[in-house]
């Protein structure tokens, strides 16, 4: 298994677009955007926090997150399935699996190396705050990336091909990123469309990861949403997945 995680690693990184759309980008976006005037000065409707603060970074966060999830895992897979991978592993000691739970380990490791350059970059380069409740910020991350993974292998499951696959997972991800306040701050919003995002996966994660980050806890609803979607979308990629 360990060998599998370094080979699917090393096959990852030798991907340019994975490491910076994933990593590179919002990092790009927050230390570029992050010291415009506008994101320094303080919002009343976010309590009077900077949006450099806990808005912006935790958006970055989420867009990491989401880009890895919804384009990145499904178009590995359904390429593995297109090209034969999976099938000609079935045939041998190393089950198709292995190769899934490879996928989903790495990036996770993206995600967490991620998230971490983004948290230090916005502290030592912006001066924006560190996460005041790191212990909750660090559950509120593993719950809401596995939920976004959940959906990226459901895309995976029912794309029939690798060029679909992709864009499936455009499709979902630039309306959700939109509710989930990417753009413009959730709290600005007109309220019917707030009390949408509360009940679709994305919203919740963005909402909780700048929660916890500004030292409050999340709402039980968010936590709610997100641990129905690692469950329904699991349930259903494992039922709806084909390795061939």
């Known amino acids: 298994m360990n060998k599998m ?5 090393k096959l990852l990184l030798r991907e340019p677009g994975g490491p910076i759309f994933a990593i590179l980008l919002p990092l790009a976006l927050l230390l570029g955007l992050g010291s415009t005037s506008g994101l320094q000065e303080t919002i009343p409707e976010l309590g009077g926090e900077r949006v450099i603060d806990t808005q912006f970074p935790s958006m970055m966060v989420l867009l990491s997150v989401v880009t890895m999830a919804l384009t990145i895992l499904p178009g590995t ?4 399935r297109e090209n034969g991978v999976l099938r000609r592993l079935s045939t041998t000691p190393i089950r ?5 739970v490879a996928q989903v380990v790495n990036n996770l490791a993206m995600a967490v190396v991620a998230t971490v350059l983004l948290v230090a970059s916005g502290r030592l380069v912006l001066g924006s705050a560190l996460p005041k409740n790191a212990l909750a910020f660090t559950g509120v991350f593993v719950l809401g990336t596995a939920s976004m993974f959940g959906l990226g292998l459901l895309i995976a499951a029912v794309a029939p091909n690798a060029k ?5 997972g455009s499709l979902l991800m630039f309306p959700l990123l939109y509710i989930s306040g990417m753009w ?3 709290e600005t919003m007109p309220e019917l469309l707030q009390r949408i995002g509360d009940f679709l996966p994305m919203a919740p994660f963005g909402d909780a990861l700048r ?3 500004a030292g409050h ?3 039980p609803l968010h936590l709610v949403v997100m641990a129905a979607t690692v469950l329904i979308t699991g349930v259903a990629a494992s039922r709806l997945f084909q390795w061939e």
């Open 184 to 186: 413009t701050p959730r």
């Open 211 to 213: 929660a916890t980050w």
């Open 164 to 168: 679909v696959a992709p864009a499936i």
């Open 96 to 100: 198709p699996v292995r190769l899934l």
């Open 77 to 80: 897979l359904v390429i593995y």
């Open 217 to 219: 806890a999340p709402q």
């Open 5 to 9: 995680l370094l080979i699917e690693a």
